[in-house]
Each structure stands twice: as C-alpha cells, then as structure tokens.
C-alpha cells in the first residue's frame, strides 16, 4: 500500500514546528496570561472559522480542519493545564474531544473510500465505494447537524472566559520561558516512557502504538504553540519521530477503516466484497505495525 501525505494534523513532521503570527507575538517577556489570550484567541479564531463554513456542501478538509483545531485547543488547554482548576479543564477539553468526534466521522469515511480505491487493480470494490460514498454523506449530515446545534461558539468562548479568570488570578514568579520548557519537557518525556515501553516489547498491540500517536501529537502542537520561547533541541525529538508518526498514521487509517466495515456491514451489503475488504484491511495493518516497531526499535 503507498503511503499518502496526511492532511494538517499529520503533516511531515520532520519540518520544525510553524509558527503563526500569533504564536510568534509571544516571547520570554510575554506574561504567562498574556501568553495565553494570544494563543487561546488565534486557536479558537481558527476553530470558528471552521464551522462558520460548514454546509451541506462541505468539502471534507473543511470538517478535518475543524477536527484539527478542536484538537489544537485540547492541548493549549493541556499546556496551562498547571493553572487551571482541573475538574473545569477536564469538561473543557472533553467537550472539545466530543466536538472534534462528531466533526470526524465523516473523515473516517473519506478514509475507507481512499483506503479502497487505493488497494491492488485486482481486488475490485467498486460497488462497495459506491455504499461508503452514501453512508459518508449521511456522515457529513449527521456531523453539520450536530455541530451546528451544539452552539460551538458559545462552548469556546465559556472555555476562553473561564480559563483566562483562573489564569489571571495565579501568582508565579515563573517566567514564560521557564512556563513553555517545563510543560514542553513534560509532553517530551510522556512520548518517550510510551516509546520505550512498545519499542522493548515487540506484541505490544495497536492501542499501545496509538498512545504514541496521541502524545507525539501532543508534543508537536505543544511545540507549535511555544517555539517561540523554546530552544531548538526539542525539534530533534520530532525529527526522530517523523517516519515512525507516518506508518502510525496510516495504522490508524486501516484500523479506523476496517472498524467502519465491521461495524456497518449489514448497511453495506456487498458482503463477499466486505470481507475481501477487512481481509485486505488487515493484512495491511500487520505489515505497518511490523515497519513501526521496527523504526522504533531502530531509532529510539
């Protein structure tokens, strides 16, 4: 199976970090409130933007990039987590998770119909895309449906308002740099201990590469939000872990594809050509996880 270049969240992370123009208004004599207005508002402008342009003719980056910033935002509240009261900070970004879930179930299916499409000239699934292609515009109803009645801006705009009161009543004498480096090391040494722990065991399953997946992310928006304040040497740890976050992306892919097979394969129908599929589906997955166990053991 080729590879394919990830959308926004999975993009090449050997490149350093982007900096936007607001991330880049921070700097070591950024207060650590103040920080956090810039972030939150360039974070959550993105976020409504996003479901400003969903409609019933929505291309699927658009719920993909909504899905991206809602998860963007999970980690900026992860970041100042330390300053937040953390049964508010939970509800906040558990509210953004269910948002950015219901945003992603129509990109689940654009998978299946590219995972399909993509596999060997032999295996035929014409008529099995042609059932996807209708279940995703169900998807894509369901998802405008629901994030339309969920008052998204309402929810961000709570979660800005109460994160910035608490963030503002704090009293540290830490500086923003020593804020960023703290809270990017910790991000750095969660991904590590999960690394470790898969790459000296070589059955660790597919739940265990996906935490790795999660905290890579994880580091990564951490570092796109706080480079600015950060020396260089936590690159190096994206670099490192950029072929490896490819192969889990596209482990991810085939898991989420043949879950939606599985899960909806009397709706489908076509069941000799669902079967051939999951068949395919998971052949795929035993080749990826073998490629991503062996770049974990190669380069951590």
Known sequence: ??????????????????????????????????????????????????????????EPE?????????????TLW???????????ARSHRGEFKSLAAAAGKTRDWDVLRELLSAAPSGDSFEALIARVDQHRSSALAFSNRIIGNAGVERIVEHAVRVARNQIEAQTTPMRLDEFATTRAGRAEVMLKKR???????????????HE?????KRLRYSLEFLAPVLDGHYVATIERLAQVQQQLGDLNDLVTGETLLREYAFQLGESHASKKAIKYLEEQQRLRKIAAHDMLRANF
């Open 62 to 74: 658009v719920l993909h990039k909504l899905r991206v910033a809602l998860r963007r935002l999970r």
């Open 212 to 216: 790795i997946r999660i905290a890579g």
């Open 78 to 88: 992860w970041v100042f987590q330390p300053l937040l009261d953390k049964q508010d």
């Open 195 to 209: 690394i470790k722990r898969v790459a000296s065991n070589p059955n660790a399953d597919y739940a265990d590469l």
């Open 1 to 58: 199976m080729t590879s394919r270049p990830h959308p926004a969240d999975d993009q090449n992370t050997s490149q350093p970090p982007r900096v936007g123009r607001a991330e880049g208004c921070i700097a070591p004599a950024t207060s650590i409130g103040d920080a956090f207005n810039i972030l939150s508002s360039a974070a959550t402008g993105e976020a409504l933007k996003r479901v400003r342009e969903l409609n019933s003719n929505s």
